[in-house]
């Protein structure tokens, strides 16, 4: 397949891409296509241990959003950061580590329209892809709203609820390159963006002590041999760092379509079963967090976006594999010992 | 002194005062431990052993003599075979005892003391942490060797100097007991047979399918033959973790004050320009601070014991930071000589010196040492926790290491003894001796004769050969000399 002609099929991605970024770049308000996936697709797997050549905040305070939110730009200009960049009205509360091609952020965005939220993504092609489509769908939706407003001035509020979202997936059931562009979602998308990082290394480059109120980890690479399995984004000295920028009570999901993959979750997030009459288990990350029950769980939207509408999480609907989830809550830290 | 002598790598002035005991100072050389009489510059002690380790008395005299004579690669076999008879006793795996039939290290370049009577070195090659007894006559004995999974970078104790904190290469920081207690029981790995973690839920191109397919026999044969893990094989907790190099790693007690009691900390740096706080053992998993300010790698990291609430840090950047630690609040940034991108701290000491006849107020000293440089620059610690710098000392070779001798009002340095000033690959033609003490007079630190310094550099250490091929010279450079390895080169990318 990709042996016979590859020339010409990377010739094609390039100049689809160029033509994207020229399309975004004319700021002149005429519609923006949906970015198409095909031609940002990249090899799965990324070493986390290798420098990469990412950008990255010197610390959470030098750390400019005023390019990746502009509607929640804090419009009191002598307002600035460390790095002279504009403040935001709000803080960053939502990560999606790992977030591929977006399709959480963008089944969330409406969800929670006054919450700002990032998805940070390690591979350049499927991070350029989300930003487009999210300028594609900040375009779309703009238009829209400049459309409903000529045609009556009666507000769109029965569009710009929450349930919107679930009403009519039937036209656009098979391509996400096509959401979000015939109505009007709440929040308009304002309030994601997405980032390139390496969250194993530079997480707390980005956000401050107990700052998060969600992260989410989404059929993480699994890294299937033991010898990477060092790799793997969870881990009981990485729940350190999740810790850390969680704040008491945010929620850190998970979900994975590989078995073993979902013990090893629950085996870093808890404490095994104790003997009985043994010594209590050793102080670690896994103190720090606590299981979310099912019954709560059904009852949040946000884990139904995550095992439904993520890309990952389709394609393993397509081939019929199995979903574990596991949600846990940040406890506060312990108290310092005496 | 003829001929080619290492430098020592590690300095450590054993104030022994308090136990009623004379003062020792412990040194690494090449891939020996050396023990002195901190007032003579006697040589008690040098391990490994040079001879058979069954004729002890010898063992003063003969070190001497190993100078020179004998062709280092027939010490190193007979200090093999005493090796392997103490290792025997040891916990390590009898495969690692095996292999140190053969050169097992090179050099030893992480050395701590505990208690006054116990020193932990690691040494390089093997990545072995061991435990050796320091006795009343300066005599060492190992007592314990255990292999770590990785080369360290760091080496320290707890506050109480009961535990070893170690932290490696792949960012991982452990503590185990300084002395073995003794109840650990062996893990047995679980004898569980091996099953691929993908399934055909999981997985779906041909060529996945096909290696799933391929792990699957080899899962149905390993049955049959289940494969040894591979553990640490002693009483051991992994407590921190960076994903990336870790470069340093101290612990630090915080008395108390007036609203909290005392708390001790964990301070790590790692080559991606963090400094992070974590609490001390048993809560190391809560991290309670990230210090930001650097831009390359962090190297050297230094809480004074004279002024706990302060760190100085530095690195790959051609300034330190100093910081109030807890609060992630830089006090002050301290430009360096030279200029960026090519200035990098070799270390950073805190000595004390209480008021003395020649100079009326106590003193708070700072030293920095940049990597490949003979100068020492010398900087003191004001009240408003800013450093000051009141001078340059100038060495014969490169900084590499230093102590204080507090009961002396005086500092050790260590010197290149290879190595021309100020270059980390030029090779001087004849050793120069390996330490230099300066002591404060009137504000200004000046060189002086020391009665222990003459008879430690008179000795020297262990020789080398006098032929060396650039491939060893160069070995020999880089075990000394590598920190500018961590700094990010440009380049690679998906």
């Known amino acids: 397949m990709a042996t016979q002609n590859p020339p010409a099929k990377r010739v094609k991605r390039e100049e689809y891409r160029r033509s994207v970024q020229a399309q975004q770049e004319s700021n002149d308000g005429s519609l923006i296509k949906m970015p198409q996936k095909k031609f940002f697709r990249q090899r799965a797997h990324a070493n986390p241990f290798s420098d990469h050549r990412l950008e990255y905040p010197t610390s959470p305070a030098h750390m400019d959003w005023s390019s990746h939110y502009p509607a929640f730009v804090d419009p009191d200009t002598s307002k600035t950061n460390l790095s002279g960049g504009r403040k935001l009205t709000k803080e960053v509360e939502v990560v999606d580590i790992g977030c591929g091609f977006g399709g959480l952020m963008v089944g969330l965005a409406p969800l929670l329209p006054d919450t700002l939220m990032v998805g940070m993504e390690i591979r350049t092609s499927v991070l350029e892809y989300l930003s487009s489509r999210i300028h594609a769908l900040r375009n779309q939706q703009q238009r829209l709203k400049k459309a409903a407003n000529q045609s009556s001035t009666e507000p769109q509020d029965a569009s710009t609820k929450a349930e919107s979202t679930e009403s009519s997936p039937a036209p656009v059931p098979a391509n996400d390159d096509e959401i979000g562009t015939e109505k009007l979602f709440p929040g308009n998308f304002e309030n994601i963006t997405a980032i390139r990082s390496n969250t194993m290394k530079f997480l707390p480059n980005f956000f401050g002590h107990h700052q998060l109120s969600k992260i989410f980890i989404c059929f993480p690479d699994p890294h299937f041999k033991a010898r990477k399995h060092k790799a793997r984004i969870i881990s009981e000295s990485l729940n350190s760092e999740y810790a850390f920028v969680l704040r008491p009570g945010g929620l850190l999901y998970t979900i994975t379509d590989v078995e073993e993959y979902h013990h090893w979750v629950l085996r870093h997030f808890l404490h095994g079963e104790q003997p009985e009459g043994g010594a209590a288990p050793a102080a670690s990350s896994k103190d720090l967090f606590e299981r979310v029950s099912e019954e709560e769980l059904a009852l949040d939207p946000c884990v139904r976006v995550m095992k439904f509408e993520t890309e990952e999480s389709k394609k393993v609907t397509r081939n019929k594999g199995n979903k574990y989830v596991a949600v846990f809550r940040r406890k506060a830290d312990p108290e310092w010992p005496a | ?494």
Not at chain 2, 412 to 421: E, K, W
Request: glycine content about 6%.
């Open chain 2, 1 to 494: 002194m003829a001929g080619l002598h290492h430098p020592f790598q590690c300095l450590r002035y054993v104030n022994r005062q308090s136990a009623g005991q004379s003062d020792i100072l412990v040194a690494t050389a090449g891939r020996n431990l050396y023990s002195y009489d901190a007032s003579s510059g006697q040589r008690l002690d040098v391990w490994p052993q040079p001879v058979d380790a069954n004729v002890e008395d010898k063992s003063s005299d003969a070190a001497p003599a190993s100078e020179s004579q004998g062709p280092p690669e027939k010490r190193r076999k007979l200090s093999s075979t005493s090796e392997e008879q103490k290792d025997a006793k040891s916990e390590s795996k009898p495969k690692d005892s095996n292999k140190e039939t053969s050169n097992s290290w090179t050099n030893i370049p992480l050395l701590t003391v505990a208690h006054g009577k116990y020193v932990v070195i690691m040494t390089s090659e093997d990545k072995c942490v061991r435990v050796l007894g320091l006795d009343n006559e300066g005599k060492l004995q190992q007592l314990s060797a255990r292999t770590m999974p990785k080369k360290l970078s760091a080496l320290t104790l707890t506050p109480d100097e009961d535990n070893i904190l170690t932290g490696d290469k792949f960012g991982d920081v452990y503590t185990f007991p300084l002395i073995p207690s003794g109840e650990y029981v062996q893990v047995q790995a679980p004898v569980k047979a091996y099953e691929p973690a993908a399934t055909n839920l999981t997985v779906h191109t041909k060529r996945n399918l096909e290696s799933l397919e391929q792990q699957m026999r080899q899962a149905a044969l390993s049955k049959t033959n289940p494969a040894e893990r591979v553990a640490l094989n002693f009483e051991h907790r992994l407590i921190i973790g960076h994903v990336s190099l870790l470069t340093e790693l101290i612990s630090v007690s915080r008395p108390a004050d007036s609203t909290v009691g005392k708390r001790s900390y964990i301070l790590t740096a790692d080559r991606d320009e963090h400094i992070r706080v974590s609490r001390g053992v048993p809560q190391a998993h809560v991290i309670e601070q990230f210090c930001f300010g650097h831009t390359s790698f962090v190297s050297s990291l230094c809480v004074p014991s004279f002024e706990p609430k302060v760190l100085i840090s530095g690195g790959g950047d051609n300034y330190l930071l100093v910081w109030d630690w807890l609060q992630n609040q830089i006090l002050q940034k301290v430009q360096l000589p030279g200029s960026e991108g090519e200035t990098t701290v070799r270390g950073i000491w805190d000595v004390s010196l209480a008021p003395t006849t020649g100079n009326a107020d106590s003193v708070k000293a700072i030293f920095v040492a940049l990597e490949g440089s003979s100068q020492l620059l010398y900087y003191t610690l004001e009240s408003d926790n800013t450093i000051t710098r009141q001078d340059t000392l100038q060495l014969s070779g490169n900084v590499l290491e230093l102590t204080g001798i507090d009961s002396r009002g005086s500092i050790l340095v260590a010197v290149d003894t290879l190595r021309q000033s100020d270059s980390t690959s030029a090779w001087k033609s004849s050793s120069q001796p390996p330490l230099e003490t300066f002591q404060l007079s009137s504000g200004k630190w000046a060189p002086v004769e020391d009665s222990m310094v003459i008879k430690i550099n008179s000795e020297g250490t262990s020789s080398l050969p006098t032929t060396l091929e650039e491939k060893q010279r160069k070995e020999l450079n880089d075990s000394l000399y590598n920190l500018s390895n961590l700094r990010k080169r440009a380049g690679y990318d998906e």
